[in-house]
């Protein structure tokens, strides 16, 4: 194995930070949940990175029950997206906004 | 032969991601994520995990990409919303602090001394081995998992049971007219007050 | 037997019946005031059953919060029952003022009123420290729920300002009792007997600014004014005549026994504060434009004047502090109970509008010139007596601090004499002339009169106090007298 | 054949009934729709009783670490447990005159007895995997019920800020315990502590894990500057949810935070302590000028509990005996105070159910005439929150600040003094709102559904508080009791 | 013994409270009654006391006796202790007895009053208050006197209390007396620092143990008080003010006895004045200076009270001459005959204004002899004592004060001497000037209007006035006979255990030198009156002193005491006072600390929730930034 732990973690954080960008300037809910999706892979990434060096199977693991908690988050988040839709709101972050102060 | 496919899989995954990210349409940001998945999916390949690899594709791409899926077509067109009308300010801060983050992270995993790769067990990685775990170490998570992917589908009910869009109450079209009515009276004096300026400055 | 612990059990629990179950208005003015005149009369007991040398009498010792080392430790020495003799003479007047006053919700006004008595007898007995801080800032509450429910026009603000002032004092004060408790060696223990001689500086200048802010001392006596004059009269008058001798006493009976080195070291700050407060308040309170602002800043020099006594830590001004206490409260309670009564029937407080008062209103000529006598201690009166003690230890601590305070009579003539000028005399003002407002009459004077009779003994028999009070003031200041090498 | 872990029933007994609650009323609930309030409100409070009564029972026991070794029960746990419990169990009393109850009362129930279930997770949690599983579990049914109003779009919105923070969060947490895990090896608490005591404590990455954990934490918290997504979603959420939020949320997090820090990471405490203390004053300061500057009572209060957790990190950062018995007595009181208040707001906004049910402070003149009790109520609850005598708050406030004072903290001690003073001008501006005798009461209100529920609910909160400050020297025992698990490692 | 002297204090006392407690329910004229039956009690009882007095052989006249402890301290303790000496007698019987006569005065002069009651009760209470300082055995006792008669005078200046005049006169009385009590009370504290005492007994026993300096301080400590106290230099403005309240007050207080408690308190501190010779020198020179002073002043005065009350001034002054000439005697005998001559004056005056429906300017007078006849009899008695003429009491008890100063023989006394010599040719003059003004002359305008109507309607005055008015006509005849150098030796003797290092008495043939010069000299002065105002042919400025603008000015401006206590003390008090409380007081510790900071803090709160503007990204960002600096600072810091 030729490849470093370094270079699958830099990968690893740049993912991270583009699907922060992601959440941090798109406005429309449904690519802020994917963007989050984004993340969760990048992380996933670092914990089976980590779990190989480690030699255990406990960041497999962790990163399995990421996975299966990503799935109900997009449940619970896509669930949000169809009440709002149903509501008649806009789908627009930046006009999601009634409460702020 | 490993650093060209890590370098292929990575690069895609970047991409990908930037595209999932960047995509006006979700419906692409949601192609350009299983992408996205298939390249990290490699990624895990290379680190010996073929269950997680495996999992990675049939959970995600399997069932949250299709819910994805479903639910842009479902809300449609409205969820085409770009990323216009940011100010430059915000572009700068988001691109800064995510950047900052991934610097300071990228800094410290090359700064630090880590050792070698770990000399694998026979079944490091495969669905016996991460079974086996999860029956036993994390047998505890594992149960709660289940219970929130129940909870998920209570969720589910929650949100999807209610009817039909509602339509607006009598306060609301009280309040809808209202404003409308305000509306007109608003032009209505503004045209007035046109003509009085107009006439005035005809009058100087 | 009685015990201090029923004064504070009493009023509190009727508080409590008062809020909470719906009495008409007569029936809650009618409980209220038998309840105060209960504690009245239970501090008549104590009265006559008082040992001057005795130290705490009446008193519980009861495990509270044992995890914390905190103790329902209460008692009554000669000062302390001074303050609660006054605390529930003024509190029944108050809410016989109440009734006469026919204050609207007044089942909940005279709860209030009840508890902030609870409170202010909790202080004034306290042996805990903790008792002490329960009662030193749980007297604030409904004495700002009373400010800001049946205040004046301006009562928000002034709810505002007084919250600032003093939670800010009295959380510090928290902090220096929690040092002071949870470092005892053997385990909290917040016994203020335990405490002594056990703070640092530091611990000393929070517990300090807590009871400056309270009494308030120059220069930390911004929230005085708004709250005077905004408060209803009979919350004025438990106001400034025993919820700010909660500050005064806690200087003599807690501070100063307790930080004797350090009450030793920096008595001259408070002295000097407490002399600049005395001219500074007497002197603003001569050009006021209306009565209650000229009583509150009266009652600022005066409370600075009592620490000044305190802080000479002898038994001159020990006493003359104690005596002064009594008699400003005396007199700042009836000054505001009569400022109030003027302003319901005059219409304003303001000197612009009245005038004349004294024409065919002989009572209320009698009973305005009495009080406004007292407190511009004229010879032979009791708070000339007093004044006279603290000045007298004033010249003794050193001539010219004797001779700067002495300047003070002087100011206390001039805005008493102006307040009294003002309202009684001269031209008739323009309300006076329209609404006619009548005599004291029967209600109103019977609120006032317990505590005119009361100034009128102490002036005749001013020893009479001060004998009971002497040895227990004395004993107070000693320590801090002994460091002070005097 | 897989052996699997030995399984201590009675241990996870409280989880366990939560959980089979949930499925057996929304069973019951699919046989019998017409019943939905009845049937929600028996079993979720039959669920939550019998939960109770489990984690009683144990209360007291000696601890005991089950399900291979990947949750731990103790007094903490159990303290934990019950306080949740017995908010819940306030959640469906003052739900009692709901109309959503009517409509989808069992999925209401259920989902907050799976929260309960979660938060016990959480509090029990002795590795990562077991804190993240229990905080998504509690997390994700919250963003469901925050949004279970199903009148108000700003349920909605709020539910959506607090899933996408909520989840970036959560990101950030699993994130920094993979750095963890990297540099150490384990996930477990101890097994970390272990790892760092031998060395390595010193290392970029666990400095990276160690930072990133307590972002996540600190978020889950509500600290600023990870605090933003708390009075959008306090706001917009259903009161009574609110009420549970800032009552359990903030304890359980703290909890978890309180349990790694001091199980997981007392090596690195050169690292997190001068971050707590700088989040502390930024957080005290911060949530009350925020606060002060208002006009909605229930976003001031939100506001305000910023302001508090920055208190209780106090505990945390002093976490001697007297720190942490204050920290856990304090959680536990502000609960219930907490609760108190925004079940007295819950009730205000249902009377006035055609003004939009806002409780600004202009909608609130007034208001403590017409229903006294609810109103005095409420001036216990903020005088609580303010610290003041006879309450439980003052308590809490009391043991925390002598806990400062007494181990050189003196300065966080005073500026939680500067919190208290802008905290008690805006606590003031309610009171004085609420008795404000220039506008007239409405005294005959009409009748509000579930008013004797609510009342009943308000009265618990209020008994709670009060007891806790008259006679707090049970309630001092218990939370010193539970407070001595949280130093196990050391 | 002692028990009359209890009941002579106590039945004013008494008075008082009969009468605010009965208030309106007694007719007017009873309350009158009441309170005068009173008086005479008292005044019975202090007459038999004194004859108890007397009848004890002379070392032994001097009793002392504690009722109950007032006040304790520590070791610091006051009694209501009593005092009874010869001294003490002589204060009794003129404070009973003169206020007996005015109280019968009263009684026609205020019958008109609807508040007469409240008049009488006043009366009544400064009688009380002038009691007690003269009987107390110690100074706060006496201090406490002192601020009662204060009081009294203060209720009674500004008891038609709807006159602002009357109202400013009253307050201003009572401030400039406060000072005086400072000072009084400073003084007291002194001693007892000095000494551990406060009683008399143990002052003078132990003020031999003071230093000079000490003694110095404290007599002129206790000098601000009786300067104050008895309208001396430099604190006399408010006596002339005072006289806006009724004449009887001015009569009573102003003249016979509270005023002149300043030389009481010189003469009975005579064994501490002793030690502090320059005090005393002090006294002469004030005394001195303040009788030239008022004497002129008092000669262009156009108000009759207030020209007597420059005169009083001016014969205290002599007063005070006499006890710092360590003649003690000669001051407390001035004081007895000034009280009859001087308090005549009054009510004679009053009689006048009584007549002329209250007014007091004397250029509206004029004429009044034939109408008035006898009181214009009774003034002249008065006028001549107050001159100085023989054989008017005046006379003797003056020139026993000058000869004094003849006697004592050193630069003072020679100042004492000429000084006062040169006053009795200014007292000539304007007592005389008022005389001729008022009753001689060609009757003013406005008298000619209003005196028929008002003698046809009650005479020169109803009984109750009149009859007072003769007995101290009688009396301001006929008590200098007391003291005729040479025959009678009455005033020294009684007085002389008083003093125990002795006083000072003139030769009999000082005396009489002196009474020569004196009279001849008051006789010049009231020839210079008759020259400059007894003539018709005058135009009104002759009226005044003569030429001579700025002098007049200065003269009618009463040497600016007034302008200059105004301009260095009350506008700069007033305006420091108005700055300090509208600028200082509100902005620094009312605005900044609550308005201020809570704005300030407001504007934080919002400033910083600006950033909670609901977007959720914006969130997401501070969040994002929150990671990033956080990791930044744990690495920086922990590396």
Redesign the interface.
């Known amino acids: 194995m030729t490849v470093g732990l370094p270079l699958f973690l830099a990968i690893s954080a740049i993912l991270f930070s583009i699907g922060l960008v992601g959440v941090l300037l798109r406005r429309s809910p449904l690519t802020i949940l994917l963007s989050l999706e984004v993340m969760l892979n990048s992380v996933n990434l670092t914990l089976v990175a980590f779990s190989r060096e480690v030699g255990g199977s406990d960041g497999q693991i962790f990163a399995l029950i990421v996975m299966g908690i990503a799935a109900a988050e997009v449940v619970v988040g896509l669930g949000l997206v169809v009440a709002m839709t149903r509501r008649e709101m806009v789908l627009d972050t930046d006009e999601l906004r009634t409460l702020n102060g | 032969m490993d650093i060209v496919v890590f370098f292929i899989a990575s690069g895609l995954a970047i991409a990908s991601a930037v595209a999932v990210v960047a995509q006006k349409n979700p419906f692409v940001s949601a192609l350009a994520l299983l992408g996205n998945l298939v390249s990290l999916a490699v990624l895990l390949l290379l680190l010996s995990a073929q269950f997680v690899a495996a999992a990675q594709i049939i959970v995600y791409a399997g069932a949250i990409m299709v819910m994805f899926l479903f639910v842009i077509a479902y809300v449609g067109p409205r969820s085409e919303i770009g990323a216009g009308e940011r100010k430059p300010w915000q572009v700068w801060l988001a691109v800064l602090a995510s950047a900052l983050i991934a610097i300071e992270v990228i800094v410290v995993v090359f700064g630090a001394t880590f050792g070698d790769w770990a000399d694998l067990d026979g079944d490091y990685g495969t669905p016996a081995a991460i079974g086996k775990a999860l029956m036993t170490d994390y047998l505890l998570a594992f149960e709660v998992v289940s219970v929130i992917l129940f909870m998920a589908a209570v969720a589910g009910v929650v949100f999807g049971a209610g009817g039909r869009p509602r339509r607006l109450s009598d306060d609301e079209v009280q309040a809808k007219e209202a404003e409308s009515a305000e509306q007109r009276r608003r032009e209505a004096s503004r045209a007035v007050l046109d003509a009085t300026r107009d006439s005035m400055g005809e009058g100087a | 037997m009685i015990t201090v612990s029923w004064l504070i059990a009493v009023p509190a629990v009727a508080a409590v019946l008062l ?2 179950l719906p009495f008409g208005r007569q029936a809650a003015g009618y409980l209220a005031l038998l309840v105060s005149l209960a504690v009245a009369g239970g501090v008549i007991g104590f009265i006559y059953r008082f040992e001057p040398l005795g130290g705490d009498q009446f008193g519980d010792n009861i495990a ?5 080392g905190v103790r329902w430790h209460v008692g009554v020495n000669g000062v302390s029952l001074a303050m609660i003799s006054i605390t529930a003479l003024i509190t029944a007047c108050a809410i016989g003022y109440g009734m006469w006053a026919g204050r ?2 007044s089942h909940a006004s005279f709860a209030l009123i009840l508890l902030t008595e609870a409170f202010l007898i909790m202080v004034f007995s306290a042996r805990d420290l ?1 008792v002490f ?2 009662g030193f ?2 007297m ?2 409904p004495l ?2 009373l400010l ?3 205040g004046g026009a301006g ?3 002034a ?3 007084v ?3 003093t ?2 004092g009295t ?2 004060m ?2 220096a009792i ?2 002071l ?3 005892a060696p053997g385990g ?1 223990n917040f016994s203020m007997a335990d405490a002594v001689g056990r703070g640092n500086d ?1 611990v000393f200048a929070a517990f300090a600014l807590a009871l400056v802010i309270k009494s308030p001392l120059f ?1 930390f ?3 005085v ?2 709250a005077y004059r905004e408060s209803s009269p009979e919350v004025a008058a438990v106001l400034s005549g025993v919820a700010s001798k909660a500050g005064g006493f806690a200087f003599l009976a807690v501070l100063v026994p307790l930080f004797p080195a350090q009450a030793a070291t920096y008595a001259w700050v408070f002295i000097a504060l407490g002399t600049i407060g005395f001219l ?1 308040g007497a ?2 309170a ?3 434009s209306d009565g209650r602002s000229v009583i509150a800043y009266s009652s600022i020099a005066q409370m600075s004047f009592i620490i000044l006594g305190v802080f000479l830590l ?3 001004g020990a ?2 502090a104690t005596f002064q206490m009594v008699n400003h409260a005396l007199v700042s309670a009836a000054l505001f109970l009569l400022a109030g009564w003027l302003e319901t029937q005059a219409g304003s407080g303001s000197f612009k509008h009245l005038g ?1 008062l ?2 065919s209103r ?1 009572v209320l000529a ?1 009973v305005a ?1 009495i009080l406004g ?1 007292a407190a ?1 201690a ?3 009166s009791s708070v ?2 007093s004044e ?2 603290i ?2 230890g004033a ?2 601590h050193s ?1 010219w601090l ?2 700067i305070v ?2 003070g ?2 100011f206390a ?2 805005y008493m ?2 307040w009294i ?1 003002a309202v ?5 003002g323009d309300l006076v002339g329209s609404l006619n407002p009548p005599d004291l009459r029967r209600g109103a004077l019977l609120c006032l009169l317990p505590l005119v009779l009361c100034l009128i003994g102490l002036s005749i ?3 009479q106090f ?2 009971r009070v ?1 040895a227990a003031a ?1 004993a107070l200041v000693s320590s801090a007298a002994k460091e002070a090498g005097r | 054949m897989i052996q699997g872990p030995s399984v201590d029933w009675f241990a996870i007994a409280p989880e366990v009934a939560l959980i089979v609650g949930a499925f057996v009323l929304l069973l019951a609930a699919a046989f019998a729709r017409g019943h939905e309030r009845a049937l929600s409100l028996i079993l979720g409070l039959g669920t939550l009783i019998v939960s109770v009564g489990f984690s009683v029972a144990a209360w007291g026991d000696a601890p005991v670490v089950t399900m291979a070794d990947a949750f731990r029960v103790d007094d903490l746990t159990e303290l934990v447990r019950i306080t949740v419990a017995a908010l819940a169990a306030l959640v469906l009393l003052l739900s009692v005159g709901w109309n959503r109850l009517r409509e989808q009362g069992s999925e209401f129930t259920a989902l907050l007895l799976l929260t309960c279930a979660g938060m016990g997770v959480v509090a029990g949690s002795t590795s990562f995997v077991t804190l993240f599983v229990g905080l998504e579990l509690f997390s994700l049914s919250l963003y469901v019920l925050v949004a279970f109003d199903g009148k108000s779009r700003a349920s909605l919105e709020a539910s959506f800020k607090y899933l996408v923070l909520g989840t970036l969060g959560s990101i950030v947490l699993v994130y920094g315990a993979a750095f963890l895990y990297g540099a150490t090896g384990s996930f477990m608490y101890d097994g970390i502590a272990a790892s760092l005591a031998e060395g390595g404590s010193g290392e970029a990455v666990v400095t990276l894990g160690t930072a990133l954990v307590l972002v996540g934490l600190l978020f889950k918290v509500g600290v600023m500057p990870f605090h933003m997504w708390v009075p959008d979603v306090y706001e917009g959420a259903p009161t009574q949810i609110t009420g549970f939020m800032a009552g359990a949320t903030k304890l359980v997090a703290f909890v978890a935070l309180a349990r790694i820090l001091l199980d997981a990471l007392p090596a690195v405490e050169h690292l997190w302590s001068p971050v707590l203390i700088i989040v502390a004053i930024v957080t005290i300061i911060g949530g009350n000028i925020a606060a002060l500057v208002q006009t909605n009572v229930k976003r001031m209060i939100a506001w305000s509990s910023v302001g508090a957790a920055g208190y209780a990190l106090i505990g945390i950062i002093v976490h001697g005996d007297l720190g942490l018995r204050g920290l856990v007595f304090y959680l536990a009181t502000y609960a219930f105070t907490a609760f108190g208040a925004f079940a007295v707001i819950a009730l205000f906004e249902r009377d006035q159910s055609r003004a939009k049910g806002y409780a600004t402070l202009d909608g609130m003149r007034a208001w403590g005439f017409s229903r006294p009790f609810a109103g005095m109520a409420m001036v216990v609850f903020l005088l609580a929150f303010a610290g003041f005598p006879p309450t439980a708050g003052f308590i809490g406030k009391f043991v925390i600040s002598g806990a400062a004072v007494t181990n050189d903290y003196v300065y966080l001690a005073v500026v939680g003094v500067i919190g208290s003073v802008i905290g008690l001008a805006y606590y003031l501006r309610v009171i004085v709102a609420l008795y404000d005798r220039s506008r007239k009461s409405d005294v005959g209100l009409p009748a509000t559904p579930g008013l004797g529920g609510a009342s009943l609910a308000i009265l618990l909160c209020l008994a709670v508080v009060l007891l806790g400050g008259i006679l707090p020297s049970l309630g001092l025992d218990w939370a010193g009791q539970a407070a001595s698990f949280l130093t196990v490692a050391k | 013994m002692t028990q009359l002297v209890w009941i002579t204090l106590a039945l004013p006392l008494i008075g008082v409270v009969l009468l605010s407690i009965l208030g309106m329910k007694l007719p007017a004229k009873g309350a009158g009654w009441l309170a005068s039956l009173i008086m005479l009690a008292a005044f019975l009882c202090a007459a038999v006391a004194t004859i108890m007095l007397a009848s004890r052989p002379e070392g032994d006249r001097q009793v002392v006796e504690v009722a109950w402890v007032w006040l304790t301290a520590g070791d610091f303790s006051v009694g209501l202790d009593l005092w009874f000496d010869e001294l003490t007698a002589v204060m009794l019987l003129v404070i009973t007895g003169i206020g007996f006569l005015i109280h019968v005065y009263s009684i026609g002069y205020m019958k008109d009053d609807p508040q007469s009651r409240r008049f009488m009760a006043y009366l009544n209470l400064f009688v009380f208050s002038m009691l007690v300082l003269v009987v107390s055995a110690n100074l706060v006792l006496l201090l406490v006197g002192w601020g009662l008669v204060g009081l009294s005078s203060y209720l009674l200046i500004g008891f038609w209390h709807n006159k602002p005049k009357a109202i400013k006169a009253a307050k201003k009385a009572f401030i400039m007396n406060a000072i005086g009590d400072v000072g009084l009370a400073l003084g007291i504290f002194l001693l007892f620092v000095d000494l551990g005492t406060v009683t008399y007994s143990g002052i003078f026993a132990g003020a031999s143990e003071l230093s000079e300096t000490q003694a110095s301080i404290a007599c002129l400590l206790l000098l601000v008080g009786a300067v104050a106290k008895s309208a001396q230099l430099p604190l006399h403005t408010w006596l002339p003010d005072a006289m806006e309240g009724p004449t009887p007050i001015s009569a009573l207080i102003h003249a016979a006895t509270m005023v002149t408690a300043g030389v009481y308190l010189i003469a009975r501190m005579n064994p501490l004045f002793v030690h502090a010779p320059l005090v005393l020198d002090l006294i002469v020179i004030i005394g001195v200076v303040g009788l030239l002073m008022s004497g002129l002043i008092a000669i262009v005065q156009t108000d009759i009270k207030r020209i007597i009350a420059f005169s009083t001034m001016s014969q205290i002054a002599y007063m005070f001459v006499g006890v710092g000439l360590m003649a003690y005697w000669t001051g407390i005998f001035h004081l007895f005959t000034h009280a009859f001559f001087k308090a005549l004056l009054f009510l004679g005056a009053g009689l006048v204004i009584h007549a002329l429906h209250g007014e007091q300017d004397i250029r509206n007078m004029g004429g009044l002899r034939k109408q008035l006849p006898k009181v214009y009899f009774c003034m002249m008695i008065g006028a001549l004592a107050l001159s100085g003429i023989f054989p008017f009491s005046g006379g003797f008890s003056k020139d026993a004060i000058l000869a004094s100063g003849l006697h004592v023989d050193s630069p003072i006394g020679w100042i004492a001497y000429i000084g006062g010599l040169l006053g009795a040719l200014l007292t000539g003059i304007y007592t005389f000037r008022l005389m001729f003004m008022v009753f001689h002359r060609r009757p003013s305008p406005y008298a000619e209007k209003v005196i028929p109507a008002s003698v046809a309607h009650h005479g020169e005055g109803p009984s109750s006035m009149l009859w007072p008015v003769y007995i101290l006509a009688v009396g301001a005849a006929v008590t200098g006979f007391l003291q005729i150098p040479g025959v009678t030796h009455l005033a020294f003797s009684w007085l002389d255990p008083i003093a125990p290092d002795g006083m000072v008495e003139a030769t009999v043939g000082q005396d009489w030198l002196t009474t020569l010069f004196g009279t001849l000299i008051g006789l010049i002065g009231i020839a210079i009156a008759y020259h400059l105002y007894a003539r018709e042919s005058d135009a009104p400025e002759r009226i005044r002193l003569g030429r001579g603008r700025l002098f007049q000015h200065a003269l009618e401006r009463r040497l600016y005491w007034d302008d200059l206590y105004s301009w260095a003390f009350e506008r700069p008090a007033m305006w420091a006072s108005a700055f300090l409380s509208r600028d200082i007081d509100r902005t620094a510790f009312r605005w900044a600390p609550l308005d201020g900071l809570g704005q300030l803090t407001a504007f934080f709160g919002r400033s910083f929730t600006v950033i909670e503007n609901g977007i959720v990204r914006m969130y997401a960002l501070v969040l994002a930034l929150g990671i990033g600096a956080l990791i930044l600072f744990l690495l920086v810091r922990g590396g």
């Open positions: 809020l909470l509270w919060i044992e995890s914390l609207d919700r903790v801080y329960v800032e749980g604030l509450i700002l729920v800001a429910a049946w009562r928000k603000a709810v505002v300002q919250i600032a002032y939670a800010l959380l510090l928290l902090l929690a040092y408790g949870f470092t909290p530091w220069p006596h911004g929230w004014l708004p500074y002197f603003l001569f050009r006021q002898d038994s001159r006493t003359g004349g004294a024409r002989p009698t010139l006598m511009l004229v010879p032979g000339f007596a006279f003690l000045m007298l010249f003794e001539w004797g001779s002495a300047i009579i002087v003539a001039m004499l102006r000028s009684l005399h001269e031209r008739e028999a001013p020893a001060t004998d002497d004395t």
